[in-house]
Structures are given as C-alpha cells and as structure tokens.
C-alpha cells in the first residue's frame, strides 16, 4: 500500500471516530429538553466531516489534525462539566423547595428547644419523653433539686433540676391567638431562659446575665419571668465557689421569688424557688436564722405541693426536709424551741416515706433519692434494704454535680454497712 494511501485512510478513521464521538454526546444532551445544543448542528458537523475528500485530508498537515482532536476533546470536557453542573443545580433547587415550607416549623421547635437527653439514670432517660396533661397544655418535665447537710436544712441546689422540675413550662407559641410584640418577645425570651439553664455552664451564665438585663426594662411584673430570674439565681449561686457570691445569689433570688409571690400566690414554681432560696440561705446563716429559713422553706414547700401535688421533685425535697430536721443537734432544737415555741418536728420514717413516694411516682427518679433511701434504711437498722438500695445507686453513672455528691456519701455508706 503507498504511503499516501495510507494516510488517507489514518485520516478517514480519525475523522469518522471523531463524527461518532460527536454523535453520541449529542444524543445524551438531546435527552434533556433544555439543552441548547440541536440535533441538525450535530449532523452536520458530523456529515462535513465524513464527508470530505481523502485528498483534501492528505494536504492536511499532520500537526493541524491533533490540534483538531485536542478542541474535540476540550469541547468535550467543558460539555461534561457543564451537564454535571446543571444537574447539581437541579438538585440544590429541589432540596430549597422542599426546605422551604417547613422553614416555619423548623423556627419554632428551635425556639420552644428540644435539648438531647444529657443523662444515663433512667430518670434521665425518662423525664424527657414524659409529658403533664394540665389545662395549661403539654409540657416538659424538668426539676430543680437541693442538696442539704445531713446536720442541717436543705443547702444545696441539684442538677437534677433540669430534667424533671414538673412546673417549668415551656411557653407554646399560639398559631391562633395574636399575641402583641411584647407578649412575643415575652415568650421568646422565657423560651430562651429555659434552653439556657439546660444547658452548660456557660450558658447557664447567659441565661442569668440574659434576665438579669431585661428585669427592670421590661419584665419586672411578670411572674413567669420573676421564677425563672430567680432559678437563674440558683444556677450562679451553684457554679461559684466565692461564699460571699454565693450569699448575694441566695439573698437575690430570694427577692425575686418572694417578689414572685406577691404578684401571683397560686404559682407552685414561686413558691417553690422561694423555698428554694431559703434553703441556699440556710448554709451560711447562724443558727437561729437557719432555724428561721428552715420554717420559711417548709410553709413554701407544703403551699408548693398543695398547688402541684403530682410533683415526685417536691416530695423528694420534703423528703429531704425530713431528714435533715430528724437530724438537727440538742442546741439547734433548743434554740428552735425558744424563738418559735415549738421547734420543727420529722423523723426518719417520715423521711423514708417521702422518698419511697417519689419511686412509686416515677421510678428510678435519682442517684440521690437512692442514696437517701439506703440512709433511712441505714438509719432503721435495716442494713439488706439499705444495701439494695446502695447498689441501685451505684448502677446510676454519676455526670453532673448532684450525682457526685451522692457518689461520695455512697461510698462511706457502703463502708459503715460493710464493716
């Protein structure tokens, strides 16, 4: 075969590979009824192409045919990026039309929070799914508790309050009824409260330093403000370590729920924070102040339950009460005895019978009540249900603050029961 014959057949080839490259990414494009590129152009180029004389691409030099392959090839590429580009677009358009009418709803649940369950306990666990029925609506459980000395009243304030304070309500945003720009920024700040202070530390600064700014301007005789501002107070009074802020955290929060009150004495969560208060107070006071705050935190507590009977937090907190005042020394109940007449009277198996209200009413409430059951057992002389009760505790893993304050009262009572 002669040499020119054989490169008129090399350029034929070319060609007509090039034609059915061609053909095929026009028939992928022409699928798509927005494509800018027709049928008729495609054929056309592809027909001159195959086409031309054998002689007209001899006189081609060689070096003109790879450049005409090398724009195939680009044209090509930039076709490719282009489809992958178009569809990409198509997508991201989709997903906004679908995104876009449940933006609404989205907003919402965001506001009212949806905190995760922080907890292991069960009653971690549990106090997030459960719901109260009430004429006010559906809302989330969460409690408040306070850790007491066992030599003294209530003293400290428990994290377990996050999770199943019964009376904390988170605010509904009413579709239906119209509600004033106030009334809105009202809610939504509550609604911001109550995220907050189940939240870090951190946050928990934000939400006190959030109310706090807002008291005097514009929610000052708002009672659902006031108890919140109030727990805000506990949060600090909680996190601090300083005695002295500790002291002006309690002090304040005790205006603000006393405040609370006046406005609206049939709020089981003023009442309760007011007892609350006191409670904290009682750490740092003499005795006859704490004896004083100690009558102050069980009139509250009792109005509390009184208003809020299905409550196990409160009970546990009388439990605690119980406890503590069956514990108080000679001199303490001498000087009770001499302010108030008659000092303050619990036993044990008061106490016992509170915190075994509390299991009954939801089990597995707490590490603590655990701890404080095994206490009474201890206390009773009944060592086995004492030790039934340590081990059930220890099953509870200890993450916050609460938990292990207990952990360590667990194990030196496990130590004096095994000895």
């Known amino acids: 075969m002669a040499r020119a014959d054989s490169k008129e057949l090399i350029a034929g080839l070319l060609a007509g590979a090039a034609g059915i490259s061609l053909a095929i990414v026009w028939y992928k494009k022409s699928r798509n009824p927005r494509s800018g590129i027709q049928l008729s152009n495609f054929l056309s180029f592809s027909n001159k192409l195959q086409s031309a004389p054998p002689h007209a691409s001899v006189q081609n030099n060689q070096g003109a045919i790879v450049a005409l392959q090398g724009r195939q090839l680009q044209m090509l590429d930039k076709l490719n990026c282009l489809l992958m580009s178009v569809e990409e677009l198509k997508n991201e358009v989709k997903y906004l039309k679908e995104s876009i009418p449940k933006l609404e709803d989205q907003i919402r649940d965001e506001l009212r929070g949806k905190p995760e369950s922080r907890r292991i306990s069960p009653l971690h666990k549990a106090s997030k799914r459960k719901k109260l029925d009430s004429a006010r609506g559906s809302t989330e459980l969460h409690s408040s508790e306070e850790a007491e000395s066992e030599g003294g009243y209530i003293t400290a304030h428990t994290d377990t309050e996050q999770e ?56 000052g005789n708002e009672v659902k403000f006031l108890w919140r501002l109030a727990r805000a107070h506990g949060d600090m009074y909680e996190m601090t370590t300083d005695v002295e802020e500790k002291k002006n955290y309690a002090a304040n929060g005790k205006i603000i729920a006393e405040k609370a009150i006046e406005l609206d004495p049939q709020s089981a969560d003023c009442h309760q924070w007011f007892a609350i208060m006191c409670g904290y107070l009682s750490e740092y006071e003499s005795v006859q102040n704490k004896i004083k705050n100690g009558y102050l935190f069980k009139e509250h507590l009792d109005k509390a339950i009184e208003l809020r009977p299905h409550d196990p937090f409160l009970y546990y907190l009388l439990g605690r009460w119980c406890y503590a005042v069956a514990q108080l020394t000679w001199i303490e109940r001498k000087v009770a005895a001499t302010l108030f007449g008659n000092p303050p009277s619990a036993t044990i198996q008061e106490a016992l019978q509170n915190f075994i209200k509390v299991e009954e009413m939801r089990p597995s409430y707490s590490k603590s009540n655990y701890v ?20 059930a505790a220890s099953a509870i893993v200890s993450l916050t603050n609460e938990d292990k304050e207990s952990q360590k009262d667990l194990e030196a009572l496990l130590s004096t029961l095994r000895q």
């Open 164 to 219: 199943s304070e019964d009376e904390k309500r988170r605010v509904p945003l009413t579709a239906g009824s119209p509600v004033s720009e106030q009334e809105a920024e009202l809610i939504h700040d509550i609604q911001r409260a109550d995220i907050l202070h189940d939240g870090s530390e951190t946050e928990k600064e934000e939400g006190y330093k959030m109310l706090l700014g807002k008291e005097d301007k514009q929610y």
């Open 372 to 391: 404080y059951l095994a206490k009474c057992y201890r206390d009773l002389g009944l060592n086995n249900q004492a030790l039934k009760y340590c081990d």
